[in-house]
T-cell receptor, first 114, second 111 residues
Framework: AQTVTQSQPEMSVQEAETVTLSCTYD???????LFWYKQPPSRQMILVIR??????QNATENRFSVNFQKAAKSFSLKISDSQLGDAAMYFC???????????FGQGTRLTINP | NAGVTQTPKFRILKIGQSMTLQCAQD?????MYWYRQDPGMGLKLIYY???????DKGEVPNGYNVSRSTTEDFPLRLELAAPSQTSVYFC??????????FGSGTRLTVV
């Protein structure tokens, strides 16, 4: 079965601090892409960051970076200098069977305290 | 550039009614998807398509049907609506290897 686990249902952090959201997954694919998505209260799904599994270098997008451990099937998201606008549900999305289809974790609700 | 357009945004159905959720994209993406999101949960894949004329089941296809006659459109049909189909439905599209572009979602309530 294709599974993804986000073990932190809720996280909170002080504004300007750093927070890391964890994700582990199981896949039989060898060449694939992984994603983190953000869902604010507007419910719009917004792509945060993309990682190519065949690349050893961890992806970075401004204040967002990942720690990708392919052998351990771990894909955590680090948010630096947290801002109030970062408050949202965050979903890890590794591939479902067939590399182009994604399976979504249950999400981590991130609260930013001013 | 509209991206992915879903209609309607909200709908209330009575048990046993049918309806079609519309989805259109203008980015010439080959891949299109339908997901549902139950309250407090992640997204579950209902159906997907890798191109016009080709569709396949996802994790939770029962009670739904799809068609893909053009690259742009990927409607989702609900037959004989049931309360268990109360959810938020998302359509998405992508190119190979890229992240999804999502529509804004349809909130469906079956009463």
């Amino acid at each position: 079965a294709q599974t993804v686990t986000q073990s932190q249902p809720e996280m909170s952090v002080q504004e300007a601090e750093t927070v890391t959201l964890s994700c582990t997954y199981d896949t039989s694919e060898s060449d694939y892409y992984l994603f983190w998505y953000k869902q604010p209260p507007s419910r719009q799904m917004i792509l945060v960051i993309r990682q190519e599994a065949y690349k050893q270098q961890n992806a970075t997008e401004n204040r967002f970076s990942v720690n990708f451990q392919k052998a351990a099937k771990s894909f955590s998201l680090k948010i630096s200098d947290s801002q109030l606008g970062d408050a949202a549900m965050y979903f890890c999305a590794p591939p479902l069977k067939g590399a182009q289809k994604l399976v979504f974790g249950q999400g981590t609700r991130l609260t930013i305290n001013p | 550039n509209a991206g992915v357009t879903q209609t309607p945004k909200f709908r209330i159905l009575k048990i046993g009614q049918s309806m079609t959720l519309q989805c259109a994209q203008d980015m010439n993406h080959n891949y299109m998807y339908w997901y549902r999101q139950d309250p407090g949960m992640g997204l579950k894949l209902i159906y997907y398509s890798v191109g016009a004329g080709i569709t396949d089941k996802g994790e939770v296809p029962n009670g739904y049907n799809v068609s893909r006659s053009t690259t742009e459109d990927f409607p989702l049909r609900l037959e004989l609506a049931a309360p268990s189909q109360t959810s938020v439905y998302f359509c998405a599209s992508s190119r190979q290897g890229d992240g999804y572009t999502f529509g804004s979602g349809t909130r469906l309530t079956v009463v």
